[in-house]
């Protein structure tokens, strides 16, 4: 069992999301609407976890795009930038392990 889960909000479902997609979810989501470089986002998510590149994002992001696309939330990639995190009329609720 996952020690992060999400759900949307209302119906309670339960969206099953990998520990680094929770981490990228939950840095995009502190702030909807701003554009996070890639830099940004492998610092946040995976700290000093050793190499990582930064076409990880890139993949890990498509996979969320897929996971979450029902749900009205979209991941924008703003050109030779990073990301930005749109949601639209639904809501997700983020329960982090305590």
Do not use: N
Request: aromatic share 8%; glycine share 10%.
């Amino acid at each position: 069992m996952s020690s992060h889960r999400v759900f949307e909000k209302g119906s309670g479902k339960e969206i099953e999301l990998t520990q680094t997609e929770f981490k990228l979810l939950h840095q995009l989501g502190k702030k909807p609407g701003m554009v996070f470089t890639r830099e940004q986002l492998l610092c946040s998510v995976w700290g000093d976890e050793g190499v990582v590149f930064d076409r990880a994002v890139d993949v890990h992001v498509c996979s969320l795009r897929k996971k979450l696309s029902p749900y009205q939330i979209q991941f924008k990639a703003i050109a030779g930038v990073g990301y930005r995190l749109d949601i639209g009329t639904v809501k997700l609720k983020l329960q982090k392990a305590s």
